[in-house]
């Protein structure tokens, strides 16, 4: 049982960093209680460095308070939630240090930088589930509604047993090779590229999709721009990129599936572009995030002269998440996807139940993560990952409630 399940004073949040996810998280928990019947919660305090830049970000993005040090907010009574929007390099600090203070986190992806990290965290989230302390990683993607809707599809059977998934992340910001240096750039503070940034979101959805769990890697990794201009501008010189730009792998399924993954940071072209397609022997589907409100669906089992892919427009009440928004047809964004995240997490802590995706779930993405990286090391030879160290495939996760 939580601490704090089925308490009734508001439930305290403390976020850390407020820039990208800052913002995006911020306008989830200022307008989940709106569209949700959620528990009680309040904006209490954000974290960040500078003092001045925080408090202006907390009266333009509603916390009632601004810390400059984000221990201060773990010895606090009052805070009961800590939801972490920093870089990868200090997930593993923070979200140990706050689930030993008995805090539930909710932890931007990836998990981690490194495996090391990774396993000490999830011990560490273990450790607080066993006293009712919740934790999830912000893999968003599984709460935009049409992919909600893809594996409901995919578990009750509808395209029949998955043989071949293809999940490619694209995006082109980084296709100038003037778009400057930045922590993204840099193995230590990143951990890697396009691989833990976004390739991290396409396999979290494969294994979220198919419920199932990956035994075999292949991968392939590749920097095209080495030396980028520094923090100084021009005037500073170029500095070296140490991460990947673009990665390649293939997975195999316990299943028999074999799913290929793409990610690249200069898709020239492709802004936000996570495609999902998913072929079974009994039918396809198809997803593309630049047109979220989407799903295409191929029955296999119409009669052949009538088959071809159906475009169905997730935006009915019957869809998950769908009926606290617009009436039919009155689409949704981006943005709604941590606005489900948010309200899916606040119920899981207040009625005591782990939330998904966990960080065994979290673990299970960087195990592949560090295959690829092993296997791109090695000509892209095969790299076993052994089922024992593999979380159950259930805990892949569902849409609680959705
Ligand atoms: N779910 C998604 O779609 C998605 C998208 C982008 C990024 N992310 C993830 O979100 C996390 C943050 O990325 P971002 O894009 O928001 O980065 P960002 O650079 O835009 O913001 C990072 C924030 O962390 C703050 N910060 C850094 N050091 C700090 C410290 N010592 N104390 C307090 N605050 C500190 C910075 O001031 C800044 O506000 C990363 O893990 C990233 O992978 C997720």
Redesign the pocket.
């Known amino acids: 049982m939580s601490p704090d399940a089925g308490t009734t004073a508001p439930l305290g949040v403390a976020m850390?960093?407020?820039?990208?996810?800052?913002?995006?998280h911020s306008n989830a928990w200022r307008n989940v209680a709106s569209y949700f019947d959620v528990p009680a919660f309040e904006q209490k305090v954000l974290?960040?460095?500078?003092a001045a830049?925080?408090a202006e970000?907390a009266a333009k993005y509603g916390w009632a308070e601004t810390a400059?040090?984000?221990r201060t907010v773990l010895d606090r009574d009052d805070i009961h939630i800590i939801d972490?929007?920093?870089?990868?390099w200090?997930?593993a600090e923070?979200a140990i240090a706050a689930l030993d203070a008995g805090k539930h986190v909710l932890?931007?992806?990836?998990l981690a930088n490194t495996m090391a990290e990774a396993e000490a965290m999830t011990a560490a989230a273990a450790h607080a589930r066993s006293k009712g302390v919740q934790s999830m990683v912000?893999?968003?993607?599984r709460r935009v509604p049409a992919l909600a809707l893809a594996k409901e599809l995919i578990a009750a059977g509808r395209i029949g047993t998955v043989r071949h998934v293809r999940a490619a992340y694209l995006q082109d910001w980084l296709a100038d090779d003037q778009a400057p240096m930045?922590?993204?750039l840099k193995k230590e503070t990143?951990g890697s590229g396009a691989l833990?940034?976004i390739a991290?979101?396409a396999i979290d959805q494969v294994l979220f999709l198919l419920d199932d769990r990956v035994t075999e890697v292949s991968g392939r990794v590749h920097t095209f721009v080495n030396r980028r201009p520094g923090t100084g501008g021009q005037a500073g010189g170029l500095e070296d990129v140490t991460v990947d730009d673009a990665a390649w792998a293939t997975l195999s399924l316990a299943s028999g599936a074999i799913a290929s993954v793409e990610a690249s940071r200069v898709a020239t072209g492709r802004k936000n572009s996570l495609q999902l397609e998913v072929f079974g022997d009994k039918g396809a589907l198809r997803f593309d995030l630049e047109n979220l409100n989407e799903l295409q669906f191929l029955d296999a089992t119409a009669p052949a002269r009538e088959q071809g892919f159906r475009r169905i427009l997730v935006s009915e009440p019957e869809h998950p998440y769908v009926d606290a928004w617009w009436p039919q047809g009155h689409i949704i964004g981006?943005e709604h996807?941590?606005t489900h995240e948010v309200r899916d997490f606040l119920l899981a802590v207040s009625s005591g139940t782990a939330p998904s995706p966990s960080f065994e779930d979290g673990l299970e993405v960087q195990r592949i993560l560090d295959a690829v990286e092993q296997s791109a090391a090695s000509n892209s030879t095969l790299v076993q990952l052994s089922p024992a160290a593999t979380p159950a495939a259930g805990t892949a996760g569902t849409t609680e409630g959705a």
């Open positions: 850390i960093g407020y820039a990208f996810m800052g913002k995006a974290v960040g460095r500078d830049a925080v970000a400059t040090d984000w972490v929007c920093a870089p990868g200090m997930h923070i932890l931007e992806k990836p912000g893999f968003n993607y930045s922590w993204r990143a833990g940034d991290s979101h981006w996807t941590f």
